[in-house]
C-alpha cells in the first residue's frame, strides 16, 4: 500500500539558511500533519492542514511556515535555522476529518534536519 | 502534569513473555487513543487504536482502555528480541481537534 512520502530525507544546513521540507500524504487522504521530533523527545506537533486550510496549530515557532497545496501536497518551510532545529520532521496523513470519525494518523519515514 | 504520562522504562522482559506497557492521559474527554511502536531513527509505526472501554485484540497485541480510571495499556504477548523498540502512547484530546499528544514513550526491550 502506498505510504506517506517525504522529501528529503536528511539536510544539513547553516545557521539562519533556509530549508523547506515535502510531503505527499497516502492517496485519498486530505490532511496532512507535520511532527517534530528531538533527539530522545517525543512527536511535537507543529501544524495540520484540512483541504488546503490551516486545521490546527501546535507549537511552530513564527520562523516556519506551511501550506498544502491542490494536489494536497504539503510543504514546510524554515527561515533562519537555529542549531535547536536540528530533528527528525515527521508528515502525517489521515482521510477526511481525521482522528474524529474514528480514523488514524499514518507517519512518513521523516525527515532529518541537522542544523550547523 | 504532562497531558500523556507513560513511563519511560527501560521494560525489560525475557522472550516469550508478556510485555505490558501503561499510559494515562489527563483529558477525560479523549476519544481515540493509540499506541504507535518506534524504532530509533524510525518513524512511529501504528501497532493499535482503541475507542471505546474493554479490550481490543489484535494478533500478539491486546489494548486495554479504561476511560473512567483515564488509562490505556498494551499487552504484547509472546515478546519477540524483534519488539525491542520505543511504545508512544497517543491520545486525541477532545480540545485539539484532529491533532494526538503523544507520551514521551516506554522503552522495550526483549531478551532472547
Known amino acids: 500500500a502506498a505510504g506517506v512520502i517525504q522529501s528529503p530525507r536528511h539536510l544539513i544546513k547553516e545557521k539562519r539558511e533556509t530549508a523547506t521540507l515535502k510531503c505527499y500524504p497516502i492517496p485519498r487522504h486530505d490532511t496532512v500533519y507535520w511532527y517534530q521530533q528531538g533527539p530522545g523527545q517525543d512527536p511535537q506537533f507543529l501544524i495540520s492542514f484540512y483541504e488546503k486550510m490551516q486545521s490546527d496549530k501546535g507549537s511552530i515557532p513564527d520562523r516556519f511556515s506551511a501550506q498544502q497545496f491542490s494536489d494536497y501536497h504539503s510543504e514546510l518551510n524554515m527561515s533562519s535555522l537555529e542549531l535547536g532545529d536540528s530533528a527528525l520532521y515527521f508528515c502525517a496523513s489521515s482521510p477526511r476529518q481525521g482522528l474524529t470519525t474514528g480514523n488514524t494518523i499514518y507517519f512518513g519515514e521523516g525527515s532529518w534536519l541537522t542544523v550547523v | 502534569q504532562k497531558e500523556v504520562e507513560q513511563n519511560s522504562g527501560p521494560l525489560s522482559v525475557p522472550e516469550g513473555a508478556i510485555a505490558s506497557l501503561n499510559c494515562t492521559y489527563s483529558?477525560?474527554?479523549?476519544?481515540?487513543f493509540f499506541w504507535y511502536r518506534q524504532y530509533s531513527g524510525k518513524s512511529p509505526e501504528l501497532i493499535m487504536s482503541?475507542?471505546?472501554?474493554g479490550d481490543k485484540e489484535d494478533g500478539r497485541f491486546t489494548a486495554q482502555l479504561n476511560k473512567a480510571s483515564q488509562y490505556v495499556s498494551l499487552l504484547i504477548r509472546d515478546s519477540q528480541p524483534s519488539d525491542s523498540a520505543t511504545y508512544l502512547c497517543a491520545v486525541n484530546p477532545r480540545e485539539y481537534g484532529n491533532k494526538l499528544v503523544f507520551g514521551a514513550g516506554t522503552i522495550l526491550r526483549v531478551k532472547s
Open positions: 483529558d477525560r474527554g479523549s476519544q481515540s
Open positions: 482503541i475507542y471505546s472501554n
